[in-house]
């Protein structure tokens, strides 16, 4: 039998409801309606960084592009109104939504009583590890992260996402299109920088698709993007990558200044200098300029 579950408002637990009744010649569970359908709970809240996905077509293709199914797990991150919750619960996959708004929280928990395989639950999700959500509900790890995620937290909750692959087997999010440029860049680009090589230590990010402001509610003042993070196959070394991104942090901390200047305390100057030469690089190059590649290759020559 399905395991329906519902939100306890006061704590951050979920609890076991009993399951309903079938009607006759029915699979037994209520689907949920369509996000348009439902009107806002309450008026979003700016200490959150709220704005919520206020069109069905938006919502169905970040979920085509999630490419999950009965056999997923999938967390949600910011479910908000559930304009993304439900087309995931019609998908099959068995979903667990952390929600830090508690009356949206209650509101999703108490619709979704009878969906089936989907536990909503109350708290911040930053406030936790990831497989630690996911044990809470009892839920199989590593899941799929989907969400259309609060400006304001984007940028430190994908990091943790790809940097817990344990828990997190890919993610599918909207988010800045700045921010999802900054994950994808490369060197040469704009956008490139330290959140650019952190991420390809982990993942490879790709940008789907851009959305508009008018698809949110409130709208917001930038258009926003839907960003892929998907594993590195096969993974770096732990060691070499902690190196190399360490390193990376030093350089674009002071991204001013040349590689040598800006890791000096590491190694001297000159080591740097002959280092970069090897790999074709002018000794005075800048952060800017190496590749994730280039890193690992100082990580591994100054351990």
């Given at each position: 039998?399905?395991?329906?579950?519902?939100?306890?408002?006061?704590?951050?637990?979920?609890?076991?409801?009993?399951?309903?009744?079938?009607?006759?010649?029915?699979?037994?569970?209520?689907?949920?309606?369509?996000?348009?359908?439902?009107?806002?709970?309450?008026?979003?809240?700016?200490?959150?960084?709220?704005?919520?996905?206020a069109s069905p077509?938006?919502?169905?293709?970040?979920?085509?592009?999630?490419?999950?199914?009965?056999?997923?797990?999938?967390?949600?991150?910011?479910?908000?109104?559930?304009?993304?919750?439900?087309?995931?619960?019609?998908?099959?996959?068995?979903?667990?939504?952390?929600?830090?708004?508690?009356?949206?929280?209650?509101?999703?928990?108490?619709?979704?009583?009878?969906?089936?395989?989907?536990?909503?639950?109350?708290?911040?999700?930053?406030?936790?590890?990831?497989?630690?959500?996911?044990?809470?509900?009892?839920?199989?790890?590593?899941?799929?992260?989907?969400?259309?995620?609060?400006?304001?937290?984007?940028?430190?909750?994908?990091?943790?996402?790809?940097?817990?692959?344990?828990?997190?087997?890919?993610?599918?999010?909207?988010?800045?299109?700045?921010?999802?440029?900054?994950?994808?860049?490369?060197?040469?680009?704009?956008?490139?920088?330290?959140?650019?090589?952190?991420?390809?230590?982990?993942?490879?990010?790709?940008?789907?698709?851009?959305?508009?402001?008018?698809?949110?509610?409130?709208?917001?003042?930038?258009?926003?993007?839907?960003?892929?993070?998907?594993?590195?196959?096969?993974?770096?070394?732990?060691?070499?990558?902690?190196?190399?991104?360490?390193?990376?942090?030093?350089?674009?901390?002071?991204?001013?200044?040349?590689?040598?200047?800006?890791?000096?305390?590491e190694a001297p100057?000159?080591?740097?200098?002959?280092?970069?030469?090897?790999?074709?690089?002018?000794?005075?190059?800048?952060?800017?300029?190496?590749?994730?590649?280039?890193?690992?290759?100082?990580?591994?020559?100054?351990?």
């Open positions: 039998m399905s395991k329906f579950y519902h939100l306890i408002p006061s704590r951050d637990v979920a609890r076991e409801a009993p399951a309903r009744g079938r009607p006759a010649g029915g699979s037994g569970r209520r689907r949920p309606s369509p996000a348009s359908a439902r009107p806002p709970v309450a008026p979003a809240r700016k200490r959150w960084g709220q704005h919520f996905l077509e938006a919502a169905r293709r970040i979920v085509q592009a999630a490419r999950v199914g009965p056999g997923d797990t999938v967390l949600e991150v910011g479910p908000g109104d559930g304009a993304l919750t439900r087309p995931l619960i019609a998908t099959g996959a068995r979903l667990v939504a952390v929600e830090i708004d508690p009356l949206r929280a209650e509101a999703l928990a108490r619709e979704l009583a009878d969906a089936g395989r989907t536990t909503i639950l109350h708290g911040d999700a930053m406030a936790r590890t990831f497989g630690e959500w996911l044990a809470q509900a009892g839920a199989r790890a590593p899941a799929v992260l989907v969400a259309n995620l609060p400006y304001n937290v984007a940028t430190p909750l994908l990091v943790r996402a790809v940097e817990e692959p344990e828990a997190i087997a890919r993610a599918v999010a909207t988010v800045q299109r700045e921010v999802a440029r900054r994950f994808a860049a490369r060197p040469g680009d704009e956008e490139y920088g330290f959140l650019s090589v952190r991420a390809a230590a982990s993942c490879r990010a790709r940008v789907l698709f851009d959305l508009p402001p008018s698809v949110f509610r409130p709208r917001p003042k930038v258009v926003s993007s839907v960003l892929e993070l998907a594993p590195r196959t096969p993974p770096l070394d732990p060691v070499l990558r902690r190196r190399a991104v360490g390193l990376a942090s030093l350089a674009f901390r002071s991204r001013r200044k040349t590689l040598g200047n800006a890791l000096a305390s100057r000159a080591r740097w200098e002959e280092i970069l030469e090897s790999l074709g690089r002018s000794s005075s190059a800048r952060a800017e300029e190496l590749s994730l590649d280039d890193f690992q290759t100082l990580a591994a020559r100054v351990p």
